[in-house]
């Protein structure tokens, strides 16, 4: 792995309008800042309602019939995503070192999981940008009937600051692949590598218009959600903020809304797993990203013969967690995003150990540290009324949950408003085989976690969301179907 840029030069803050750069029409900025140090990297600039409606312009005119876009033979559109991806493995130490110091996770992971990841999703929607197709349909009576995959248009794609660049690629991959035009919203916390990818999406030779990219805070997000002239919303994020979304679409024109939202994952962990496998694979599959991950497996039940052991070696596990600087090769955890998540995941502990939680590590920020850090922490004797058992922590805080039977864990494990993800650890395939039709769950992982790929659907049940990531259940989510019944004078077969 090559060394990172430890302080890369920020080359793009503005918006990204019709391929060019632009300055917000109010002239408002945010500060976007470096989560180890909490300094303020860079002044971005912010997209107000005019900026949104300029944006929209321009992605509507790209969709125009008869434009470049809409006249672009699909092996082309394929081309270009795969020139976007040629470009950031080109670009791929410079991304992944923005991405670590704009939002705090290790440089290993940014560079060795984020980007070969992103890269591989646009090569893999590349390759079906000429193989999405209607069928012909032997329609009853004198009739000539076929359908037409059409794409819905223009879309405003919202995308979290957990995994920035990834969530981009999984958005504008099925998107550009379907013939689309697309307003991207990067989160505020985290603007800098949409940005530059912007860039790149020029320089792979699309279409003016057909990618556009506003940084912004909320608002820019909701003037998009609410815009009439907006076809498709596609969010990742908050369960709260997906709620206002599909509010929108309802006040508004209706608009198709995707959403893959909150998380409170069941990790069942069964007695005759292998316990140093399921314990370092129950770690990773929580602690992975600083435990900012809508899929973690932020409960993990651990059946009874086996608890106290597991409990022991989870915290063991812990403590010897590597954190600091993430730019360090060795570090497995940086900072959380910001100080405003910080407090919320060190205010969740608290009511844990209120609610008489017993904390067997971690459980309060480092000493001598500065950044927003967390100390790798793990809840013993949780029940399943607690608050840290119900509500999405989003840190690097693992509860254990002990059960007994099958039938039990499967109840407790459904007993929750979302459905995102679910694990199983057990030898037994019959057990394992029973769990899996039992759990209500978008994505159940037997004997691993956080196994996610290109050609594998992701998204949730319940308050989860719905649609689908990945895969070619993803590119549903950006056509519509067309009906063409044309009268004939005589059918044959």
Same mark, same amino acid.
């Given at each position: ?29 945010? +500060? ?14 912010? /997209? ?19 434009s470049? =876009? ?7 559109? +394929? ?16 991304? /992944? ?9 290790p ?10 990841? &992103? ?81 790149? !999406?020029?320089? /792979?030779?699309?279409?003016?218009? !057909?990618?556009?990219?506003?940084p912004?805070?909320?608002e820019?997000?909701?003037?998009l ?5 907006v ?10 903020v +997906? ?19 909150? *998380? ?5 962990i069964?007695?005759?797993?292998d ?9 990773f ?86 950044g ?30 002990r ?5 039990? !864990? ?11 993800? &679910? *694990? ?11 769990? !899996? ?7 159940? =992982? ?12 992701? +998204? ?20 519509e179907?067309?009906?063409v ?9």
């Amino acid at each position: 792995m090559p060394q990172p840029q430890t302080s890369p030069d920020v080359l793009y803050t503005g918006l990204f309008i019709n391929n060019e750069w632009h300055k917000s029409k109010s002239g408002n900025t945010f +500060g976007t800042i470096n989560p180890t140090t909490e300094q303020t990297i860079a002044e971005v600039q912010s /997209a107000g309602k005019e900026d949104v409606d300029f944006a929209v312009k321009a992605a509507r005119q790209a969709f125009k019939l008869g434009s470049p =876009w809409r006249r672009m033979d699909a092996s082309d559109r +394929g081309r270009l995503l795969y020139r976007l991806a040629d470009l950031m493995e080109r670009d791929q130490v410079y991304l /992944a070192s923005l991405e670590t110091l704009d939002n705090g996770k290790p440089y290993s992971m940014s560079y060795n999981v984020d980007l070969p990841f &992103a890269i591989k999703n646009l090569r893999y929607f590349a390759g079906w940008a000429d193989k999405t197709h209607g069928k012909t349909i032997p329609m009853d009576g004198e009739f000539f009937t076929y359908t037409r995959h059409e794409p819905v248009g223009v879309c405003a794609q919202i995308i979290p600051w957990n995994f920035p660049i990834l969530m981009m690629a999984w958005k504008l991959g099925p998107a550009l692949a379907t013939g689309n035009t697309i307003v991207l919203k990067p989160a505020e916390q985290t603007s800098l590598t949409a940005l530059y990818i912007a860039q790149l !999406v020029k320089e /792979a030779g699309f279409p003016e218009g !057909v990618v556009n990219v506003l940084p912004g805070m909320g608002e820019t997000g909701a003037f998009l959600a609410n815009h009439q002239d907006v076809d498709k919303v596609a969010f990742t994020g908050s369960t709260d903020v +997906g709620k206002l979304i599909q509010l929108a679409s309802g006040n508004t024109n209706l608009k198709r809304v995707t959403l893959e939202l909150g *998380g409170k994952s069941p990790n069942i962990i069964l007695a005759d797993a292998d316990m140093d496998y399921a314990v370092e694979t129950a770690h990773f599959g929580l602690f992975f990203n600083m435990g900012q991950c809508c899929c973690a497996g932020s409960r993990t039940f651990v059946e009874d013969k086996i608890y106290d052991e597991f409990v022991e070696r989870s915290a063991e596990r812990a403590k010897k967690r590597a954190i600091g600087n993430p730019f360090e090769l060795t570090t497995e955890q940086g900072p959380q995003v910001n100080q405003e998540q910080m407090e919320k995941i060190l205010g969740l502990i608290k009511t844990g150990q209120d609610q008489g939680a017993k904390i067997v590590a971690g459980g309060k920020r480092p000493e001598g540290l500065p950044g927003y850090f967390v100390e790798p922490t793990v809840f013993a004797d949780v029940q399943d009324n607690m608050t840290i058992a119900r509500e999405e922590i989003f840190g690097p805080v693992q509860q254990l949950i002990r059960f007994k039977k099958l039938d039990e !864990v499967i109840e407790r494990a459904n007993n929750s408003d979302y459905g995102l993800a &679910a *694990g199983i650890f057990t030898k037994d395939l019959d057990k394992a085989n029973y769990l !899996v039709n039992g759990l209500r769950a978008g994505t159940v =992982w037997v004997n691993t976690y956080n196994a996610l790929a290109a050609q594998a659907p992701f +998204g949730g049940y319940k308050m989860s969301g719905h649609g689908r990531e990945n895969g070619e259940y993803a590119l549903s989510n950006y056509t519509e179907v067309k009906s063409v019944i044309i009268k004939v004078p005589q059918k044959n077969s």
